[in-house]
Every structure is written in C-alpha cells, then in structure tokens.
C-alpha cells in the first residue's frame, strides 16, 4: 500500500477541536434556518395530493382568475381562497403588484401563475375553470393549465392551452374524477359556469 505508514494520527486535541467546529456549524445553521422563517405566500403544502397550476404569457399585464368547484360542490376563487382541502395559492393579477425584490432593487416578476392544491385525496368530481377577469391589451390570453397527481409519483393527468378571446370569457378547462380506491380520470371539458353572476 503505497500510504501505509504515513498516515497521519490526529492528536485528541484537533479531534476536539473539529467536533466544536462542527457543532457550531450546525448550530449557525439551525439559527439561519429559524431567522429566516419561509414566507407563507406561495408555498405549496407539501402534502399537496394534487396541484391544478394555472399560466400565461410572462409580463402580460392581463387578468386571469381561476376556478375550482370540489365534489362537495364548493368552489374554490380569489374571494375563497380556501373550501375544506381545496387551497388557492393567491391571485395573480398580471404585473399588479408583482414585484419582487432582488440585490435591493424592485422588479417586475414576469411570472402569471396561479396554483391551486388538494390536500387530500376526496373522490369524486372537479371542475377546473378559467376566465377572462380584466385586460390590458385587448388581445386573446392563451392559458395553459396542468393538473397533476403527486403521489406515489408525480404525474401530468391533464395539460392543454386554452385560448380566452377576450375579456369577460368563462371556459371548463378540464373536469377529473377521482374514484374511491383513488384512481383518476380526465372527463372532458363540458362547460359549466362557475363565475358567479354580479
Ligand atoms: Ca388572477
Ligand atoms: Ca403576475
């Protein structure tokens, strides 16, 4: 063995010496970790079962809003963020106050995204909706929205780009079933209204 022999003893000392090292270490980072709690916007619970997330174009001043009616029959909106295990993450509302801070500066965040996540496994029907909420441009938005089924492993269940012509339009992106024993199945896009009338 060519270092047979030269391998060099640590002396008790430096071995103690590198355990407090350690320690301290490890107690800095537990300290950062504790100072800088995660912000609660935006975070997707982990145990999320589904996550229905709803985007388009980067930088587009335009409103898209997104809906969600359960099995129960509740519906799941920015004035209801929340319906049982039903959870929307927030409204985008295109570059309205989407800003975010980088190296002290304020930027415009690009992204339009809204997500939306079961935390639970309930069976039976959702509908997921999109519509057209406010606009800019005056020009069609393109949306696309993805449904995915987290466990065991991720899966895409459902994907397409629907196109909104203009504001004021209401459209079923998906509806999916979930059975009992948890097996899922995309079941068109019938439309169903789930805006509520003014
Ligand atoms: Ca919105
Ligand atoms: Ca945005």
């Known amino acids: 063995m060519a270092y047979s022999g030269r391998r060099v003893r640590a002396d008790p000392f430096t071995d103690l010496l590198f355990n ?29 079962e589904y996550i229905i997330t709803v985007s388009w174009k ?17 519906l799941v909106w920015f004035r209801g963020t929340e319906a049982g295990f039903v959870h929307l993450d927030r409204d985008d509302r295109g570059l309205l106050n989407d800003t975010i801070i980088v190296s002290g500066e304020e930027i415009q965040n690009p992204l339009n995204q809204e997500v939306v996540t079961l935390r639970a496994v309930v069976p039976g029907e959702y509908i997921v909706n999109i519509h057209y909420y406010a606009t800019k441009t005056n020009e ?8 995915e089924k987290v466990n065991p492993q991720l899966e895409v269940i459902y994907y397409g780009t629907i196109p ?5 339009v209401e459209k079923t992106a998906t509806r999916f079933n979930i059975t009992q024993d948890g097996q899922v199945t995309v079941g068109g896009n019938l439309y169903k209204q789930l805006v509520p009338n003014n």
């Open 164 to 168: 909104l012509e203009k504001k004021g």
């Open 20 to 48: 407090v090292l350690l320690a301290f270490t490890l107690l800095m980072f537990l300290a950062i970790i504790f100072m800088n709690p995660i912000p609660k916007t935006g975070v997707i619970n982990p145990k999320a």
């Open 140 to 147: 069609p938005v393109d949306v696309n929205v993805k449904v």
């Open 58 to 74: 980067d930088n587009s001043p335009d409103d898209i809003d997104t809906y969600v009616q359960s099995p129960t029959g509740e």
